[in-house]
């Protein structure tokens, strides 16, 4: 029966928002390639433009665009065999695999099976990071260059090579032995905190968060803890257990930024608190404290304290220090600076800012001027406050953060605005 070619069009729209990583992953493991499984996920969803309006939604959707990918793979292929005819024995052997996507026991998901493709010590570390946030997750190759904090085309360049070493070295399309895993835990652990990270804080467009992110972020590390339940995997889960629990109290209705001292803290989901808490336990209690578990205790300080004031900032600014001892970086200096601004006060929290800005580090990042104007703010130097504003508008990509920009700096014109406000989160 046909039906509304616009609802199955919206339908499909979403499936491909909601789906289409996890169709290619399949895809992918299928045909042993990553362009071709590519070529053969959009054919897939074309062809379901055109067939689902006059024949139906079919009931297991995913099902029908890995079914559909593969035959349109291997119809590909026989057209090439007339110019490449070890395209025509390509298609024999994907002919001959069995159409049903069956899984190995213990990790029983392509997507993991993908990252861990995708993560081989064959690459180098960022462009085994690239690949993934590209490939299983779909961000835009722009995307993951803000999230490296360099140019689309050093990504492209990455994510390319990356491919032919993938193909020409013949790397597995599998997740690996129980032996080998510790040491390809560290990069499969970054690259899923990336991608968290691009869902906790947009790094362009309309939206402050991109719930998509998140949910697929919490649950490759679940996945992970099932697998190797090792501290650090136990503090990436908690991590973004705690952040993720403050998602309803983020921003407004509108879509405008509340700083974290300003949320309603009953709006934080206290069941993702509670299961962060377990973990962050569990990965302490090991005595093997790795950078995320570092953060994850961080962010449980600020996840526990039942009102703004009562946030132990001492204890975060020790925890920083840990974690700059362990795992140095400008972000986390400035994230240390901001706990100092509010343990200390505004001039020796920035006074530190100020050290990281002076040798040219986080020079293209917005949160570092963003930070500094709200410092300055504080102390009454509105001169200074308005020109980092002004600074972190310059840089910023996304909308609700750029709105929340433009307002502090029309508070700084229209009156002497709250010298108090807190760090945003």
Known sequence: MQESAARVRAEIEALYRSESRRVLAT????????????????????????????????????????????????????????????????????????????????????RLRLIFTCCHPALTADARIALTLREVCGLATEEIARAFLTSPPTIAQRIVRAKAKIRDARIPYQVPTRAELPDRLEVVLHVIYLVFNEGYSASAGESLTRHDLCDEAIRLGRLLVELLPESEALGLLALMLFHDSRRAARATADGEIILLDDQDRSLWHRAQIREGGALIERALSSRRVGPFTLQAAIAAAHATAERARDTDWRQIVGLYDVLLRLDPSPVVELNRAAAIAMADGAEAGLAELDAILARGDLADYHLAYSARAELCRRLGRRDEAREAYTRALALVKQEPERRFLQRRLAELSNGPGDPDAGPRT
Not at 49 to 75: C, M, N, Q, Y
């Open 27 to 110: 895809l992918i493991r299928l045909v042993g390639d990553f362009d071709r499984a590519e070529e053969a996920l959009h054919d897939a969803f074309a062809a379901a433009l055109d067939r689902w309006p006059i024949e139906g939604v079919p009931d297991h959707p995913r099902a029908w665009l890995v079914s559909t990918g593969r035959f349109k793979a291997i119809d590909r292929l026989r057209r090439n065999a007339r110019f490449d005819p070890l395209q025509g024995d390509e298609a024999d052997r994907l002919e001959a695999t069995p159409a049903a996507v069956e899984f190995d026991a213990g990790v029983e998901d392509d």
